[in-house]
């Protein structure tokens, strides 16, 4: 069974850094890309980033770009995401998801989620 | 960027209604489409894939059409626990893009 358990979720205040993770079992990770996607309160769901199977591709949303670094263990199967230079419009539910097919834009499975809330 | 625009925003129905949600793309994609449904207070699940590719162990009563820049999603009679918040999503192009999704309510 796939599993995708993220982690890091804090309150933080705006101009802060934090590390979100996510660790993934039930499939063999270093053949997907691995996606984040949030989704801010009450709003609907916005891509964040990707990272292929092996690390050397990644893309951003322009909203996170030169902020946000997304990065991957295959041997802990796990995927992080960096983020820097927080802002009030970056709170949001964090999702990690699995793609569809290897190197998939689409989203197969996804965690539960990781909470960041962005305030002073 | 590809935009996504779904209708509509909410919708009311029955139980043992037809239920049909539509998504346009701004440009072809093709049949890079998904569908998703989300639950109160649950992460998104992945109903239908390539347009009109139905994910295993969906039910059959999820169905979903089209190509180029018009899709349509279907609920052939609707139950009581496919109350939920629809999503379109194209994977044509970067960046990934979703509509504003379709909040279904029970009438």
């Known amino acids: 069974e796939v599993q995708l358990v993220e982690s890091g979720g804090v309150v933080v205040q705006p101009g802060g850094s934090l590390r979100l993770s996510c660790a993934a079992s039930?499939?063999?990770?270093?053949?997907?890309?691995m996606h984040w996607v949030r989704q801010a309160p009450g709003k609907g769901l916005e891509w964040v980033s990707l990272?292929?199977?092996?690390?050397?591709?990644?893309y951003y949303a322009d909203s996170v770009k030169g902020r946000f670094t997304i990065s991957r263990d295959n041997s802990k199967n796990s995927l992080y995401l960096q983020m820097n230079s927080l802002r009030t419009e970056d709170t949001a539910l964090y999702y990690c998801?699995?793609?569809?097919?290897?190197?998939?834009?689409?989203?197969?499975?996804w965690g539960q989620g990781t909470l960041v809330t962005v305030s002073s | 960027d590809i935009q996504m625009t779904q209708s509509p925003s909410s919708l009311s129905a029955s139980v043992g209604d037809r239920v049909t949600i539509t998504c346009q793309a701004s440009?072809?994609?093709?049949?890079?489409l998904n569908w998703y449904q989300q639950k109160p207070g649950k992460a998104p699940k992945l109903l239908i894939y390539?347009?009109?590719n139905l994910e295993t162990g969906v039910p059959s009563r999820f169905s979903g059409s089209g190509s180029g820049t018009d899709f349509t999603f279907t609920i052939s009679s609707l139950q009581p626990e496919d109350i939920a918040t629809y999503y379109c999503?194209?994977?044509?192009?970067?960046?990934?893009?979703f509509g504003q999704g379709t909040r279904l309510e029970i009438k």
């Open positions: 998801a699995k793609a569809i097919v290897s190197g998939s834009y689409g989203f197969g499975y």
């Open positions: 039930g499939f063999t990770f270093d053949d997907y890309t």
């Open positions: 990272i292929s199977w092996d690390g050397g591709s990644t």
């Open positions: 440009q072809d994609i093709s049949n890079y």
């Open positions: 390539d347009a009109s």
């Open positions: 999503q194209q994977y044509d192009n970067l960046p990934p893009a």
